[in-house]
């Protein structure tokens, strides 16, 4: 049978920025293994198979693969497939809810504000309490302890769809001189009852941006991820519940990353509260179609 697939980058409007992603159509008579050797054939952080919704009240029904696993949900996967359904004319575009059905539950994308601009909802934020293991991050990314935040910024998991272990750095020199033990970071994260960390500070390259962020995820095939918009939902949501932004940034959240990988990215973080409590997260960027090809297996 063939396939038809298209890659896209999420998170940028410049060819060979932003996070890859492959978006694979016609993938009705597709096994469970198949798609999980389509995406290790791809060798991208994630590929998506779209489906046809159907008794569900959606568009349609989209499953999310690493290279090693499937997932429930994740961000940048959910906004460049939705940014291909209007490229291709299979949604209208403008103003017109998407509705994909997830392993997670159904996921609504719209273009707010800024043309061109696709935004998700995420679902509200479940935090952990924080952590004590500052050490043993520090050894899993090879900085020192002292490069990482413990009091005023917790190391905290929190999710808006994905357990994220945020982990605040003290600079961006400090960001840019982590080294990887995969196997170590593999095992801590495996303790911990996630599948990433997502390392951030507080400096950033561009003085509008609030953070700089690097993410990993060594389980999932993944060694880093030039943008995710699952954690970037979680970031969001940690910064304003430990009162790191003000009210007014909260509506507007800028995130980096990519950048010492190569691959710059611009994520945009949208939440609405009610004094102290979060109502809404979205989160959302730009995309860019780069290829079209079809599969044949």
Same mark, same amino acid.
């Given at each position: 049978?063939?396939?038809?697939? %298209?890659?896209?980058?999420?998170?940028?409007? @410049?060819?060979?920025g $932003?996070? *890859?992603?492959? /978006? !694979?159509?016609d993938?009705?008579?597709?096994?469970d293994?198949?798609?999980?050797y389509?995406?290790?054939?791809?060798?991208?952080?994630?590929?998506?198979?779209?489906?046809?919704?159907?008794?569900?009240?959606?568009?349609?029904?989209?499953?999310?693969?690493?290279?090693?696993?499937?997932?429930?949900f994740?961000?940048?996967?959910?906004?460049?497939?939705?940014?291909?359904?209007?490229?291709?004319?299979?949604?209208?575009?403008?103003?017109?809810?998407?509705?994909?059905?997830?392993?997670?539950?159904?996921?609504?994308?719209?273009?707010?504000?800024?043309?061109?601009?696709?935004?998700?909802?995420?679902?509200?934020?479940?935090?952990?309490?924080?952590?004590?293991?500052?050490?043993?991050?520090?050894?899993?990314?090879?900085?020192?302890?002292?490069?990482? %935040?413990?009091?005023?910024?917790?190391?905290? @998991?929190?999710?808006? $769809?994905? *357990?994220?272990? /945020? !982990?605040?750095?003290?600079?961006?020199?400090?960001?840019?001189?982590?080294?990887?033990?995969?196997?170590?970071?593999?095992?801590?994260?495996?303790?911990?009852?996630?599948?990433?960390?997502?390392?951030?500070t507080?400096?950033?390259?561009?003085?509008d941006?609030?953070?700089?962020?690097?993410?990993?995820?060594?389980?999932?095939?993944?060694?880093?991820?030039?943008?995710?918009?699952?954690?970037?939902?979680?970031?969001?949501a940690?910064?304003?519940s430990?009162?790191l932004?003000?009210?007014?940034?909260c509506?507007?959240?800028?995130?980096?990353?990519?950048?010492?990988?190569?691959?710059?990215?611009?994520?945009?973080?949208c939440?609405?509260?009610?004094e102290?409590?979060?109502?809404?997260?979205?989160?959302?960027?730009?995309?860019?179609?780069?290829?079209?090809?079809?599969?044949?297996?």
């Amino acid at each position: 049978m063939n396939c038809s697939f %298209y890659q896209v980058d999420v998170f940028t409007k @410049i060819p060979f920025g $932003g996070n *890859p992603l492959a /978006v !694979v159509f016609d993938s009705e008579g597709l096994t469970d293994q198949n798609m999980q050797y389509i995406a290790k054939e791809m060798n991208l952080s994630e590929t998506t198979f779209v489906l046809p919704p159907g008794n569900l009240p959606v568009d349609f029904l989209v499953r999310i693969f690493t290279p090693e696993k499937e997932l429930p949900f994740a961000g940048h996967p959910t906004l460049g497939t939705a940014h291909i359904l209007r490229d291709t004319g299979k949604v209208l575009s403008g103003d017109y809810t998407i509705k994909l059905a997830l392993k997670a539950g159904v996921v609504t994308v719209r273009e707010m504000e800024k043309e061109n601009h696709l935004f998700m909802d995420q679902l509200l934020p479940v935090f952990q309490p924080p952590l004590d293991c500052s050490e043993e991050i520090g050894k899993a990314l090879g900085i020192s302890t002292d490069g990482i %935040y413990s009091s005023s910024r917790p190391v905290q @998991i929190v999710s808006t $769809g994905l *357990p994220i272990l /945020v !982990v605040p750095i003290t600079s961006l020199q400090v960001l840019e001189k982590i080294s990887v033990d995969t196997l170590r970071l593999s095992r801590l994260l495996t303790s911990l009852g996630t599948d990433l960390l997502y390392a951030f500070t507080s400096q950033t390259f561009d003085p509008d941006a609030t953070i700089h962020s690097r993410a990993f995820a060594p389980k999932l095939g993944i060694p880093e991820d030039p943008a995710t918009g699952s954690a970037a939902g979680a970031a969001g949501a940690y910064l304003s519940s430990n009162k790191l932004i003000s009210k007014e940034t909260c509506g507007n959240i800028f995130i980096e990353q990519g950048h010492m990988i190569g691959r710059p990215s611009s994520l945009f973080v949208c939440i609405k509260q009610n004094e102290d409590e979060i109502k809404s997260i979205r989160v959302g960027g730009e995309s860019v179609t780069l290829i079209k090809g079809e599969i044949s297996i």
